[in-house]
């Protein structure tokens, strides 16, 4: 909402107030400003002018020279370009002297040697916005009324030396959406009066009128009221009138159009001007559509309704979309003399439906919307009325006609002070308090040492004690209220055990040189593709509404998301990778989903390029060993050491390459190399990437830690090496080796795979080191002897294995 | 014999003071003192001795041999002193050269400060409370105090996925989960971060997805004094011991008395500079009071109990302290911007 300052002040006085104390004000209690304006750049040396004579230039067709009358001793001669300009005329002259917006001096010139002192300017030359001006206004010199003081500034006569306060309005302050809704706000916070604007012409209703109105659809519409006006003039606004609808951004249009639009920005009550004669029959009749009935509203537009949108009809034909937009067929024209006048309540969540379905938003419909006053119908109709009545000739036919059903009325509310301090933490005496309602003009009704408010149906937004309470706490100063701390009973905060260790995860990736990376959980559907973890049947979740192809469907894995970052940073020469992202994939396995998706905590990271340059050669390089490395090691971190990993095919990811990770026959992730297609399309070289479900992870965590004695007696250490199959995995052995090896095997490192041909074809050599300890004794080398046999028959029974020399 | 044995001492002596390594220094001794050596050989011929003769001779024996052995230990000291110097000359290094590079990753910029903040709030008593990003639109506006068709919807332009179910907008509807979970019990203390998603256009200040964190207390007596009181705290603790805080009022459905809290400007402390537009202030927070129809709705009577409840978008935060010119940057994980916020 854009307020004239100047408008404003007709209701409430400001003669003390500056715009921009105002702004202040409205916004400390509220009602906040967003910018404080000018509503034209200030021109100095700009006056009215009177266009004495008007001759073509000699030297040139396209130019005239006139002789202006300024108000001072001698007119002045201009050379003026624009077609329209004329005697008689009264124009906007810039002196020399004066500066135009645009930057442009006015200096004595000469035209094809022709002396002109001064300018004749133009809208755009004054600095006015063409999209709030008529056409005709905008096409050469701009023409002022007639009875424009000659040799005044210019100022005043366009409005210019008014302010707009735009207001940035919560949606609960749709009160706020008119000039008298806003005076009331100010008024409370100044403690003043307002002034309602006067009118003659009283509030009677008739049962003879002419104009039949029904109302069919109760739920939608209330009430409808109405006036015909008959032999109206249609023409153009006085300056005033259209200086106040500048002022608000809206563009002035005729005097019946903007004396609607002038009466719906001052009473927030949208009202509508039909062509009395358009209609069929003298009757409105408020309908609910039908399916797919047509209606041309005013822009032109074939608009297809459905059953819930209002309608208003003359019982023949529909002539407007109640609240929204009128048609085409009924529309104020030049020609028009007879005008219905409508003034109506129509339902907020009605209009709200219907101008979004249709894609058709008005100053009309978000006011009806956010909800008007409902006694405002009669007021803003008979101020309307009176206007036509003053500026376009109108008479009034009769009183109002109207259909009235049941509308909102003021409502009583029990306001405690001891509440109202109880909430705010303040101390405030009863008196203190109506006194702020007094300042909002509510009504106050004492009763039994409490009161009741009495809230006028402007202010809809108010329906139960806490809403005074914040009346009185924005009123009273948010600044005054003291700043205090809970009182009651001392909780511990903390971290829960799983955020624990999602920090823990966090620390141990990082300690391993894997950077955090936060990215979207909107994928493309190329990215959804890329891999495909998850084994049972389940459907990516699509939005309704994506906002691009790009982000379209919710993430069912993060390395997606991990490659597109690598892949950014490999093009933005970051070549060597190691990110990781700790966040939230979806899955759910319904086409179209009725309950909400499986949510996993998904930890995932990826690694690619080159360990940091060192001068010192070393032949450690990133392959899967590495990364299973690091993620053996957060594994140990959070107490699991048997975690299992088996080759699995995974789509997306290197069929030769890739382990599902288990533990105790629970499923937690994946590790392996990405499938070197998908490498390519990312732009990458090897690279390897892990995901784990920490959903899963979970249930094995352990975070006990169990202290044991350190060994009394001395261990005993044996390397065995054997020479198996070469396609023999390794685990297989280890784990025949820690179960042949009992309790007394404390400990087993793999220190050496060795592969050649003098081993045989397709053969390997596999080294471990053991390490035996008897927590009771100390062994004896027989006893060790006896174990490393069994390990060694077993190896050799299980997989052919033969001890290497 | 004692000819023999002086001859000894004087040609050990020699042999000691002409030795250059503690190889040689190892073969005289073994050579002189030895079992097998010359000393050992003259005190087993001391049986043919006299009774008188044997303990003199024994003497001079033990003396020469005591000599031998410290003039012995003194030459290996010296030769050791040596070889430890030339070894160590051997062992140097350039100790200019570069270490080893070691791997360290870090926090990405917005989970510092989430970290930051879940730790100013859990020593004020609070617990970290957390919640579905796909939600119900009962949850995440309805039980709020959003009904459908509420124009206020509008504040919040959301993705839907059906017309039930949607990504929530905030983590709000973690309150409400929690309360209902509590079943009525108090005191409610927590805070929820976590990601949620709007429909705008990604700019420099503008992003579909954002991390928000939401507090809540709900208990028997709260104030909004005490909402200003906790959120001060706050400030504080975030932005040191000077920090203002300033409340206007504002409006969200499910607050009321709503505000907007802006802290003093950490960058200018006040004065006015670039980044709080000269105002000296710069909002951060959306507070208010729980309206008492989400109270009734989360299970609690709302003539008995009374809460607040605050939200602050992360991002932002981020954005201010540490200057990001746009948010995109944020989710854009370049590593060179990343590696930025290595520090505590
Ligand atoms: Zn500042």
């Known amino acids: 909402m854009n ?140 023409v002022l009324p007639e009875d424009s003081l000659i040799g005044s500034s210019i100022e005043p006569v366009l409005g210019f030396d008014d302010y707009v306060l735009e207001l940035d309005l919560t949606p609960n302050r749709s009160d706020c959406l008119s000039m008298l809704g806003v005076a009331y706000e100010v008024a409370a916070i100044l403690d003043r009066d307002v002034r309602i604007p006067e009118n003659e012409i009283g509030d009677g209703v008739s049962n003879q009128h002419p104009v039949q109105i029904d109302i069919e659809a109760e739920q939608a519409c209330k009430h409808y009221a109405a006036r015909l006006i008959k032999n109206v003039q249609v023409m153009e606004s006085p300056q005033w009138l259209q200086n106040r609808l500048i002022a608000a951004g809206i563009r002035p249009i005729n005097n019946v159009v903007d004396i609607t639009n002038f009466v719906m920005l001052e009473y927030g009550q949208p009202l509508h001007a039909f062509d009395y004669k358009k209609l069929d029959q003298p009757k409105i009749v408020v309908r609910l559509a039908k399916p797919e009935e047509k209606i041309v509203t005013l822009d032109d537009q074939e608009r297809s309704l459905d059953d819930q949108m209002l309608l208003i009809t003359d019982g023949v034909k529909p002539i407007a979309i109640a609240g929204v937009m009128g048609a085409a067929n009924s529309e104020v024209t030049e020609q028009t003399t007879e005008i219905l006048l409508e003034s109506a309540y129509f339902d907020g969540f009605s209009v709200r439906r219907t101008s979004k379905k249709l894609g058709l938003r008005s100053e009309a419909s978000l006011r009806f919307e956010k909800g008007v006053d409902p006694n405002r119908i009669y007021g803003a109709l008979n101020r309307a009325a009176q206007l036509l009545k003053e500026l376009a000739g109108g008479e009034l036919v009769d009183v109002i006609v109207e259909d009235k059903k049941e509308v909102p009325s003021d ?62 706490a924005r009123l009273y100063g948010y600044d005054q209220i003291p700043a205090t701390l809970p009182y009651g009973v001392y909780v511990q905060g903390g971290l829960t055990q799983k955020q624990k260790i999602r920090r823990e995860i966090k620390n141990v990736l990082e300690g391993a040189g894997l950077q955090e990376v936060i990215s979207y959980s909107f994928v493309s559907e190329k990215q959804l593709k890329t891999v495909k973890i998850e084994e049972t049947d389940f459907r990516p979740i699509t939005l309704s509404m994506p906002l691009s192809e790009e982000r379209k469907y919710l993430r069912t894995s993060i390395i997606p998301n991990l490659l597109e970052v690598a892949q950014y940073n490999v093009n933005h020469n970051n070549p060597d990778i190691r990110i990781y992202e700790l966040g939230t994939t ?24 080159a360990l940091p340059t060192y001068w010192k050669k070393s032949n450690e390089a990133i392959d899967f060993y590495y990364v299973k490395g690091i993620l053996e090691n957060l594994l140990n971190e959070l107490g699991i050491n048997d975690a299992e990993y088996q080759p699995k095919v995974v789509e997306g990811f290197h069929p ?44 094995q965590v352990n ?53 050649s041909e003098k081993l045989g074809l397709n053969k390997k050599s596999i080294a471990f080191s053991l390490t035996f300890r008897d927590q009771e004794k100390t062994l004896t080398d027989e006893e060790v002897t006896k174990v490393y046999n069994k390990i060694l028959d077993a190896l050799v029974t299980n997989y052919q294995a033969e001890l290497r020399k | 014999m004692k000819e023999k044995l002086e001859q000894l001492q004087s040609l050990a002596l020699q042999e000691v003071g002409q030795a250059q390594t503690m190889q040689e220094i190892n073969e005289i001794k073994i050579k002189y003192l030895g079992k097998k050596g010359p000393l050992t050989e003259v005190l087993r011929g001391m049986g043919g001795l006299s009774a008188e003769e044997r303990p003199i001779i024994g003497k001079l024996a033990n003396d020469v041999r005591e000599t031998i052995g410290k003039e012995i230990a003194e030459k290996e000291e010296v030769l050791k002193g040596k070889e430890m110097e030339q070894q160590l000359k051997a062992e140097q290094i350039d100790v200019t050269l570069p270490g080893k590079p070691s791997l360290k990753g870090n926090r990405h910029p917005l989970t510092k400060i989430i970290e930051q903040i879940e730790d100013v709030f859990i020593g004020m008593g609070f617990e970290i409370a957390e919640g579905p990003e796909v939600e119900a639109d009962y949850y995440n506006f309805e039980a709020l105090n959003l009904p459908k068709e509420h124009p206020a919807r509008d504040m919040q332009d959301s993705f839907y996925i059906t017309d039930e179910i949607l990504m929530r907008t905030h983590t709000s509807p973690v309150q409400i989960r929690t309360m209902l979970n509590k079943n009525g019990e108090v005191p409610v203390k927590i805070i929820c971060p976590g990601k949620v998603y709007r429909r705008d256009d990604d700019d420099a200040t503008h992003s579909h997805q954002f991390i928000q964190i939401e507090g809540l207390v709900v208990d028997k007596g709260i104030k909004m004094s005490d909402l200003k009181g906790i959120l001060l705290n706050f400030a504080r603790e975030m932005y040191g011991e000077d920090t203002k805080i300033r409340l206007r009022p504002s409006f969200f ?67 201010i302290k540490y200057g990001i010119e746009d948010i995109r940057n944020l989710y854009t994980n370049d590593l060179k911007f990343l590696k930025q916020f290595k520090r505590v």
């Not at chain 2, 960058?267 to 309206?291: Q, S």
Request: with cysteine.
């Open chain 1, 3 to 142: 307020v004239s300052y100047q408008w404003l002040k007709n209701y409430v006085d400001l003669h003390d107030i500056s715009p921009q104390e105002l702004a202040e004000k409205l916004t400390n209690s509220g009602i906040a400003v967003d910018v404080v304006e000018k509503v034209n750049v200030a021109l100095d040396k700009v006056v009215v002018g009177y266009v004495l004579e008007r001759e073509r230039h000699p030297e040139a067709d396209k130019l005239s020279i006139c002789k202006v009358d300024v108000g001072e001793e001698d007119a002045l001669q201009i050379i003026c370009g624009a077609s329209n300009v004329d005697k008689g005329q009264k124009v906007p002259v810039a002196l020399v002297g004066a500066k135009l917006p645009d930057g442009t001096k006015i200096k004595k010139a000469k035209l094809r040697g022709v002396e002109s002192i001064g300018m004749i300017c133009s809208s755009s030359e004054l600095g006015m916005n063409d999209k709030l001006l008529p056409k005709h206004k905008t096409e050469g010199i701009l």
């Open chain 1, 411 to 472: 409502t009583r509310i029990l306001l405690r002070t001891s509440k109202v301090n109880e909430m705010l933490g303040t101390d405030l005496e009863s008196e203190q308090i109506k006194s702020i309602m007094e300042r909002l003009k509510f009504g106050i009704e004492e009763q039994d040492g409490e009161f009741n408010v009495v809230v006028p149906t402007r202010r809809q937004d108010i329906s139960r004690e806490i809403d005074l309470i914040e009346e009185v």
């Open chain 1, 586 to 609: 979806f899955l759910s396995n319904e086409i179209h989903l009725t309950a909400l998706p499986k949510e996993k905590m998904v930890i995932a990271g990826l690694i690619t390029g």
């Open chain 1, 656 to 699: 030769g390459r890739t382990a599902a990770i288990s533990v105790e026959g629970e499923a937690i992730g994946i590790l392996g190399q990405i499938h070197p297609e998908i490498q390519d399309r990312y732009d990458l070289t090897e690279a390897y990437a892990f995901e784990v479900d920490l959903t899963a992870l979970w249930n």
């Open chain 1, 703 to 755: 975070t006990e830690i169990n202290y044991k004695t350190l060994p009394r007696y001395p261990a005993m250490q044996r390397d065995i090496a054997v020479v198996v199959d070469y396609d023999l995995e390794v685990d297989k052995l280890i784990r025949t080796i820690r179960t042949t090896g009992g309790e007394i095997l404390e400990n087993l490192q793999l220190f050496d795979v060795y592969v």
């Open chain 2, 253 to 319: 459905p499910f607050t009321e008395p709503s505000a907007e809290v802006d802290v003093s400007c950490m960058m200018c402390g006040g004065d006015g500079c670039r980044v709080c537009k000269n105002t000296g202030w710069i909002e951060i927070l959306g507070a208010g009071m729980v309206h008492p129809k989400v109270l009734e709705n989360a299970g609690y009577d709302s003539e008995k109990y009374s809460g607040f409840a605050f939200g602050l978008g992360i991002d932002r935060i981020a954005l």
